[in-house]
């Protein structure tokens, strides 16, 4: 089946510096990425929705200076938390979907916990 | 407003008792609906996806129904085990393409 793969699976940063999370798609093309945030305890939601060699869409409310999104191939999107603050620790989860897989679309990767110090 | 709401929150029983998790959604368009496992600190891993032709799908222990009329899911399972301990997601797709939206989930703890 097709599989997700993000990491790193956990990072601790200093405030005021930038982490970077990879998101690639191992087994088929992901035209679309999407990625979420997650607090404790509260259902996933949605930052941006990004396709292949488009700019990222972002949800409402998201600064898009903050969160930068590049998907510039296929298989590979990554999200870049800039100038990281302690409010920005959370749980960041990617998901890929391939344009013609129609309802079986959509495929998680593992998620990553930000802690930022 | 498109939602997804679940029942309950979070639910505690026995090992090997069954268990029945509700989801209502006011999702429109509507595409289909997945319901989704996830255990902490990890990605949602997909359990079942329904269309609203679909009124049933299972998956092992896991059996999914879906009333597109009163818009409302279940998810029960049978026989449950300690390794079913985490929390599940209704997820309901829109349009073609668009992103899935997210019910808060129910947390699930599975005791011996």
């Known amino acids: 089946g097709a599989v997700v793969s993000q990491h790193p699976s956990w990072v601790i940063c200093k405030s005021g510096t930038s982490v970077k999370i990879e998101c690639r798609s191992l087994?088929?093309?992901?035209?679309?990425m999407f990625w979420y945030r997650q607090f404790p305890k509260q259902s996933l939601m949605l930052m941006a929705t990004s396709n292949e060699g488009s700019k990222a869409t972002y949800e409402q409310g998201v600064e898009k200076d903050k969160f930068l999104i590049n998907h510039a191939s296929l298989t590979l999107s990554t999200l870049t938390v800039t100038s990281a603050h302690p409010e920005d620790s959370s749980f960041y989860i990617c998901s890929a979907r391939e344009g013609d897989r129609g309802l079986i679309g959509y495929t998680f990767g593992s998620g990553t916990r930000l802690t930022v110090v | 407003k498109n939602q997804v709401e679940q029942s309950p929150q979070s639910l505690i029983i026995l090992e090997g008792k069954n268990c029945t998790l509700q989801?209502?959604?006011?999702?429109?368009?509507?595409?289909?609906l997945r319901w989704y496992k996830q255990d902490t600190g990890r990605g949602p891993v997909s359990l079942t996806i329904m269309t609203f032709s679909e009124n049933t799908k299972s998956n092992g222990r896991y059996t999914a129904t879906l009333d597109a009329d009163t818009k409302q899911s279940s998810l029960h399972i049978t026989a449950s085990q300690l390794s079913d301990s985490a929390s599940y997601i209704c997820v309901v797709g829109g349009q073609a393409g668009t992103a899935l939206i997210f019910g808060k989930g129910t947390t699930l703890s599975v005791s011996s």
């Open positions: 087994d088929f093309q992901a035209t679309t």
């Open positions: 989801c209502n959604y006011t999702v429109s368009p509507f595409s289909n």
